[in-house]
């Protein structure tokens, strides 16, 4: 069987309005490259009709496009590990379904490898996000790269380019909770950056709120450093200090001035102290978000359920060592995305 040159794997939630216009602007780019390709659609449990559309586009171009269908939303980063897994390209390129990214920038980041480099991550130029979105993201890059290591200027940007290498890596790793890019950066020999436009999303509600954002970048930091914990064993060291200054100003207080001070430090120590339950119930949490990532890791679940695969008969069967249930024939598929 020859292989394809290229892959696209493109996760879908809920992207209804915005396929047909991913699909005329998506196609037509990928045929000007001139290289076999493949393009994987990732339909992470949809409750509208673009497992239809995808049906749908699969019929149209059965050739070039294949369909992974999850039993339940599992979230961006596990659709984008379940088309690693099924991909055959030498070179993978991801892509959002919004057409934030344009699918014309594909090209420079393909150029971008041509000079040698084995990972190449998009920075968005202009981003079309309110101020609000474009700020926590970018602390968010500060936190992350100060905490890990790991220097990318837009860790948002889901238009980046990897190697079969750099995938083969990423899918040889088995935990459930996990930054693709922040993961590929940590294989990548001689990764690289490229400016890509940034649009509008021209249909639709974005899929991250104001709670996930968050959830993502704690779980980018916690995921690949211990700096959170050393961080709060240094301010709970530097707590302790104080309290015990406190309590030596208190007994020379008394000696000098034969009472204990009051006013102002009384204040000042009910202030201390409601900083300090804060901090200490903080801590529980973060040492339980550990903890937690240890539990998920020992029980072994599955991380995805594929419920089934539109591709064509000949291609080359990859199934999905444990992560795919009995898949049903092609004609009950199609017959139930209708």
């Known amino acids: 069987m020859n292989l394809p040159v290229l892959s696209v794997v493109i996760p879908v939630f809920n992207e209804e309005e915005g396929l047909p216009a991913l699909f005329a602007r998506l196609y037509p780019a990928m045929d000007k490259l001139g290289v076999t390709y493949e393009i994987i659609f990732v339909n992470d449990g949809s409750r509208d009709r673009s497992a239809a559309l995808l049906r749908q586009q699969f019929e149209r171009r059965p050739d070039v496009t294949r369909v992974v269908l999850f039993a339940g939303n599992y979230g961006q980063h596990l659709a984008i590990m379940a088309g690693f897994e099924r991909c055959r390209g030498e070179r993978i390129i991801t892509l959002d379904a919004d057409l934030q990214n344009p699918p014309e920038e594909i090209p420079k980041l393909l150029a971008k490898m041509d000079e040698g480099h084995d990972y190449v991550g998009g920075v968005r130029t202009k981003r079309a996000d309110s101020w609000f979105r474009r700020n926590v993201s970018r602390v968010g890059n500060y936190v992350r790269e100060r905490t890990t290591g790991i220097r990318m200027t837009d860790h948002g940007c889901m238009l980046r380019a990897y190697s079969r ?53 704690f779980d980018l ?117 209708k």
């Open 165 to 217: 290498p750099i995938v083969n890596a990423i899918n040889a790793c088995t935990e459930i909770n996990t930054f693709i890019p922040a993961l590929a950066y940590t294989f990548a020999q001689n990764p690289a950056e490229v400016s890509v436009e940034h649009a509008q999303r021209a249909t639709g509600v974005t899929k991250y709120s104001l709670y996930k954002l968050f959830r993502l970048n």
């Open 221 to 337: 930091v916690t995921g690949f450093s211990l700096a959170p914990l050393q961080v709060f064993s240094l301010i709970g060291f530097l707590l302790a200090l104080g309290a015990m200054g406190m309590v030596g100003f208190q007994v020379i207080h008394r000696l000098v001035r034969g009472e204990a001070a009051e006013g102002v430090f009384a204040s000042v120590m009910d202030a201390v102290l409601l900083f300090v339950s804060g901090l200490v119930l903080f801590g529980i949490g973060l040492l339980g978000e550990y903890i937690g990532r240890i539990y998920q890791e020992v029980l072994r679940r599955p991380r995805f359920l594929i419920s089934s695969v539109l591709e064509k008969p000949d291609a080359e069967d990859q199934q999905d060592a444990g992560f795919q249930v009995a898949p049903e024939t092609r004609a009950e598929t199609l017959a139930r995305i």
